[in-house]
């Protein structure tokens, strides 16, 4: 049976409910970089609405009334926002690791001095 695809609230509810689980939710860093993510997201959404409804070409209005053929604007501003999402969730993803790994080194070092007595 196939898999049905998470819906991008779903998949942003899982990463929540992941980090909460490794205990890094609440972490500033964690939660500014999720809300970034999550504005980025909403941005791409747009901007796929906009090129869909106005393809990949407009009709750009020069002085004196003239029109040239241009790439679609929108285009452009999504490529760039595409490109600061990636980099936007290698944040997430570092930030979620570092502090696992905090978190479960800091238990791994309590339980060697309790063992050390």
């Known amino acids: 049976?196939?898999?049905?695809?998470?819906?991008?609230?779903?998949?942003?509810?899982?990463?929540?409910?992941?980090?909460?689980?490794?205990?890094?939710?609440?972490?500033?860093f964690f939660r500014t970089t999720m809300r970034r993510y999550r504005m980025q997201m909403q941005i791409l959404s747009e901007l796929e609405k906009s090129i869909a409804e106005y393809g990949p070409t407009v009709t750009k209005e020069?002085?004196?009334g003239r029109q040239n053929l241009v790439t679609n604007p929108a285009i452009t501003e999504y490529n760039k926002t595409s490109?600061?999402?990636?980099?936007?969730?290698?944040?997430?993803?570092?930030?979620t690791k570092s502090l696992a790994e905090e978190s479960n080194g800091g238990?791994?070092?309590?339980?060697?001095?309790?063992?050390?007595?």
């Open 83 to 95: 490109t600061a999402a990636n980099g936007t969730v290698s944040t997430l993803i570092n930030i």
């Open 62 to 64: 020069y002085v004196k």
């Open 1 to 28: 049976m196939a898999k049905s695809k998470l819906t991008l609230q779903e998949q942003v509810d899982k990463i929540l409910e992941d980090a909460e689980n490794k205990g890094v939710a609440n972490n500033f």
């Open 107 to 117: 238990k791994l070092q309590n339980l060697l001095n309790e063992i050390d007595g």
